[in-house]
């Protein structure tokens, strides 16, 4: 008795296969959905000093694992500035690319807020 459903669950899956008609289309919607979900973040630019590249720090508040105390956590991103655009200060939207250096995988999509 136990065979007979393991061999019921296992002919849904077979049926399955006819799904897989039109392989182009199925592939151009899987890289549609993963283009879609690279990363955005809003940081201030801390560093300017390369030739098209800025340094992008984001500050977050994490909570202690045992006293529950909230305190600041700083990452540094280094990120592509194709134009030129961002100076020291500014607030910036960066989004995950591709690796362009060693240290080198954001690019500055926008200035969000000049500094004063």
């Given at each position: 008795?136990?065979?007979?459903?393991?061999?019921?669950?296992?002919?849904?899956?077979?049926?399955?296969?006819?799904?897989?008609?039109?392989?182009?289309?199925?592939?151009?919607?899987?890289?549609?959905?993963?283009?879609?979900?690279?990363?955005?973040?809003?940081?201030?630019?801390?560093?300017?000093?390369?030739?098209?590249?800025?340094?992008?720090?984001?500050?977050?508040?994490?909570?202690?694992?045992?006293?529950?105390?909230?305190?600041?956590?700083?990452?540094?991103?280094?990120?592509?500035?194709?134009?030129?655009?961002?100076?020291?200060?500014?607030?910036?939207?960066?989004?995950?690319?591709?690796?362009l250096s060693k240290t080198k995988r954001w690019r500055v999509i926008e200035?969000?807020?000049?500094?004063?």
């Open positions: 008795m136990a065979e007979n459903e393991i061999i019921e669950s296992e002919a849904p899956v077979s049926e399955a296969a006819p799904s897989e008609a039109a392989p182009s289309e199925a592939a151009g919607n899987a890289a549609l959905a993963v283009r879609g979900r690279r990363k955005e973040r809003v940081g201030k630019v801390v560093s300017d000093k390369m030739q098209k590249t800025v340094i992008v720090s984001l500050t977050r508040q994490v909570p202690h694992p045992l006293y529950k105390k909230y305190f600041k956590k700083t990452t540094k991103f280094v990120a592509h500035d194709e134009k030129g655009d961002a100076k020291t200060g500014d607030t910036v939207r960066i989004m995950e690319t591709r690796p200035v969000l807020e000049r500094a004063k």
